[in-house]
C-alpha cells in the first residue's frame, strides 16, 4: 500500500526532525558575556568543531551579570565571564562550579603569569579552581591630545578646573570610589576606613561639578565625544575604547596613572545551574585557544592570556580589581553623590 | 451585579468558570506580582541576601533619609512640567487634526504617531545627537546668530530629561485631545455661532471645557510615563539631572537592594494611580455634564 508506506516516511520524516530540534535545543550551551567575547564567528566556528549550539546573551555592567545569575539562582546561563574582584562574591553565593582544569589541554599553554591559578589571586578557593582567566586590561585615561597639554600623568587631572565640563566619567560607584582612594593615595583602594570614606566622598563631589555625564557603555561614551566638548574620559574600557575612538578619527591618547592604575582580569566560569558540564569546559577550553585569544586582542585591544600582547607594559604599575569591602554602601555612597547640589 | 442570578442556576456554571478565568488572569498577572513585590518592600538585605524578617526600615530610610524626599519631589515636579508642556503643545495640533477634512485628517494623525514606531532607544540616542554641544540644535542656533557659541543647556542636565521626555511623549498627549475633539457633535458649535457667539467665545465656552476629560487623560498619561521612565534621565541627565527612576534603578542592578527599590517603587506607585485617578476623575466629572 503506497499510501501507508508513504504516512509512514512523512511520519518517521517528522519524528526525526522533532527529535533533532529537541536535541538542538537541550544542548545549545547559554552563554553571558561582554560584548567582544562571543563574536559570531567564534561562535560559529565553536558549533562546527564540537557540534554544540551557543545562545550567548550580552550584558553592559558587572551589575547586570550579578542581577542575572543571582535572580535564576544561576539556572539561566552555563558559562558566563566575571572579573577577579567579583568572582569572589559568586564563589561565596554559591552560584558557581569548581572546574576540573585537567578538562582545559589549553591552560597549560597560557602565558607564565596566568599558568599557576592559586597565585594570580581570586580565582580559586579552598584549593578549587572557579575561574579561568581570559582576557585583561588596564582602567586609564584618555586624554584629547589636541585639549590636553602636557599629556597627564595621574587621574588627578580629572578634577582640574581647566577641564570643567569636559570631563566624561563612568556611572559606578565601587570603581569611582577605588579610583578615586588610589589618587588621595591610600594603599588599599578596597578596603578604606570610614574616614577615607567620607574624604573619598568630598572629592568626588568636586569631580562631579567637573563631569559633563556619567557613561555606562564605550559605544555611548563615543556617542557622547563625538557631539560634545569632551577632553577627558575615564576609560573602563580601556584599549577597546582608545582603539574605537582613535578609529573615528579622534585624536586621543591613553596613559595609566601613576599612582596605579585599577586593572581587571576576566575568567570563564560556570555557573552553579550548569545543564551539560562538559560542554561549558569544551567552550572554556575553545576560548583558551592562541587563535581565539589572538583575534580578541586584535578586535578589541585587551590583554589575553595566551598569546603576548602591548596592553601589558612592564613599567606600568596595575592594581588588579578586589572585591570591596561593603558594595551596598558604596552605591549607596554613590547615589549621594549624584545627589549632592 | 448579576452575580446572584446566575449562580441560582446550576446550567450556568460553564459560564461562572468563563468569568473566573476572566478574573483570574488580572489576579494572577498583576494583582499577585503587585502583592508579592509590596511584601518584598518590608524585607531588607544583608551582604547580597535578602532577609525575610519583616520590617519597615526601608520605608523609615525613604521618608528619613536626606537624599530620597528631594529627589522624589524635583522627580515629581519635572513630569508633571513635561506633562503641562506636553498637553500645551499637543491641543493646538489636536485641534488642528479636528479642522482637517475626511483622508487628510487620519494621513496627518498617522503621521504623528509613527515615531511610536521606533525603538525608544534609538529615539534618545538621537535625541542626544541633537541636543549635544556640536549636535543640530547648537549648530543650527550658531547659524542664525541666535547664540554666539554653541552652549551646553540642553544636554546632560534636568533641560535636556525635560526636552526629551516631551518630544518622547507627546503622541501620547495628541491622541486623547485629538478623540475628545472628534466626538463632540459639530451641531453643539454650530448652535453657538447661531446665537452670535465669536469664535473664540464659542471655543473659550463649549470647545475648550467639552475636550477637558481628554486634555486631563493626555496630562495623566504622559505624567504617568515620564515618572516611570529612569532611561532618558539616565542618558541625557547628566550629573545634575538625578531622578527619582535612576535611584530605583540603581537599587536592582548596582546595589542589588531589592526590597529597599521595592519600597520606592510603592512610593512611585502611589504617585503613580493617584495620578491615574485623578485624570479618571476629572474626565469623568465633565464627560457627566455633556
Keep these: ?341 | 451585579m448579576t452575580g446572584t442570578g446566575s449562580a441560582r442556576a446550576p446550567t450556568r456554571w460553564p459560564r461562572r468558570l468563563v468569568t473566573l478565568l476572566a478574573f483570574a488572569m488580572p489576579v494572577i498577572f498583576i494583582l499577585v506580582p503587585l502583592a508579592i513585590f509590596l511584601g518584598y518592600s518590608f524585607f531588607s538585605v544583608d551582604h547580597g541576601e535578602i532577609d525575610y524578617t519583616l520590617t519597615v526600615a526601608n520605608y523609615v530610610r525613604f521618608l528619613s533619609d536626606p537624599i530620597f524626599l528631594p529627589v522624589f519631589w524635583n522627580t515629581c515636579v519635572l513630569c508633571l512640567s513635561v506633562a503641562i508642556i506636553c498637553v500645551l503643545l499637543a491641543y493646538p495640533a489636536a485641534y488642528f487634526l479636528t479642522t482637517l477634512k475626511g483622508r487628510w485628517r487620519y494621513m496627518l494623525l498617522m503621521l504623528l504617531m509613527v515615531p511610536l514606531l521606533m525603538s525608544y532607544v534609538i529615539k534618545i540616542y538621537a535625541i542626544r545627537s541633537i541636543l549635544g554641544l556640536n549636535g543640530f540644535l547648537n549648530k543650527a542656533l550658531v547659524s542664525l546668530g541666535i547664540l554666539q557659541e554653541p552652549s551646553s543647556l540642553f544636554v546632560f542636565n534636568m533641560n535636556a530629561i525635560l526636552l526629551t521626555l516631551t518630544l518622547l511623549l507627546i503622541p501620547f498627549a495628541i491622541l486623547p485631545i485629538f478623540l475628545t475633539l472628534e466626538r463632540i457633535p459639530p451641531i453643539l458649535r454650530q448652535a453657538s455661532d447661531d446665537l452670535g457667539a465669536s469664535a473664540a467665545q464659542t471655543f473659550m465656552r463649549v470647545t475648550l471645557p467639552l475636550s477637558l476629560p481628554g486634555v486631563a487623560s493626555a496630562a495623566s498619561f504622559v505624567f504617568v510615563l515620564a515618572i516611570g521612565d529612569f532611561l532618558t534621565p539616565q542618558m541625557v541627565g547628566g550629573v545634575s539631572g538625578f531622578t527619582f527612576g535612576r535611584v530605583l534603578y540603581s537599587q536592582f542592578g548596582t546595589a542589588y537592594n531589592w526590597p529597599f527599590g521595592a519600597a520606592l517603587s510603592v512610593a512611585l506607585a502611589a504617585v503613580v494611580v493617584t495620578a491615574i485617578l485623578l485624570g479618571e476623575r476629572f474626565g469623568r466629572n465633565r464627560g457627566a455634564s455633556v
Design chain 1, 1 to 341: 500500500m503506497g499510501f501507508l508506506r508513504r504516512l509512514q516516511q512523512i511520519a518517521m520524516i517528522g519524528l526525526g526532525v522533532g527529535l533533532m530540534t529537541s536535541a538542538a535545543l537541550a544542548e545549545n550551551l547559554r552563554v553571558l558575556a561582554w560584548d567582544g567575547y562571543a563574536d559570531q564567528d567564534w561562535v560559529k566556528e565553536f558549533t562546527d568543531t564540537t557540534g554544540i549550539g551557543v545562545d550567548v546573551v550580552f550584558i553592559g555592567s558587572d551589575d547586570e551579570i550579578w542581577a542575572k545569575i543571582k535572580g535564576s539562582a544561576g539556572k539561566d546561563f552555563d558559562v558566563f565571564a566575571v572579573n577577579t574582584a567579583q568572582l569572589q562574591r559568586y564563589i561565596q553565593a554559591d552560584l558557581v562550579d569548581p572546574i576540573d582544569v585537567g578538562q582545559l589541554p589549553n591552560q597549560k599553554g597560557v602565558l607564565p603569569r596566568f599558568r599557576d591559578l592559586e597565585a594570580v589571586g581570586g580565582v580559586t578557593s579552598g584549593g578549587k579552581v572557579y575561574g579561568i582567566p581570559f582576557c585583561f586590561d588596564s582602567i586609564g585615561l584618555i586624554y584629547d591630545t589636541d585639549k590636553v597639554k602636557p599629556a597627564p600623568t595621574s587621574m588627578s587631572v580629572l578634577w582640574d578646573p581647566a577641564y570643567q565640563g569636559k570631563v566624561l566619567a563612568y556611572d559606578n560607584g565601587e570603581h569611582n570610589v577605588s579610583f578615586t582612594a588610589l589618587t588621595l593615595g591610600y594603599k588599599d583602594p578596597f578596603h578604606l576606613t570610614d574616614e577615607q570614606m567620607a574624604a573619598v566622598k568630598e572629592k568626588l563631589v568636586g569631580l562631579k561639578h567637573n563631569v559633563l555625564t556619567f557613561y555606562t557603555t564605550a559605544d555611548e561614551a563615543q556617542q557622547i565625544y563625538q557631539n560634545n566638548d569632551v577632553a577627558l574620559i575615564w576609560a573602563n574600557y580601556g584599549q577597546q575604547q582608545v582603539k574605537a575612538l582613535q578609529k573615528v578619527g579622534a585624536h586621543v591618547a591613553y596613559v595609566n596613572p601613576s599612582e596605579g592604575a585599577l586593572a581587571w582580569l576576566d575568567n570563564w566560569v560556570i555557573s552553579k545551574g550548569v545543564r551539560d558540564k562538559a560542554a561549558a569546559e569544551k567552550w572554556i577550553d575553545f576560548m583558551l585557544s592562541k587563535k581565539i585569544g589572538g583575534e580578541l586582542s586584535e578586535r578589541t585591544g585587551f590583554g589575553n592570556t595566551v598569546t603576548e600582547t602591548d596592553s601589558a607594559n612592564p613599567n606600568d604599575k596595575l592594581v588588579w580589581l578586589q572585591l570591596v569591602e561593603d558594595p551596598l554602601k558604596r552605591s549607596d555612597l554613590w547615589n549621594e553623590v549624584k545627589a549632592a547640589p
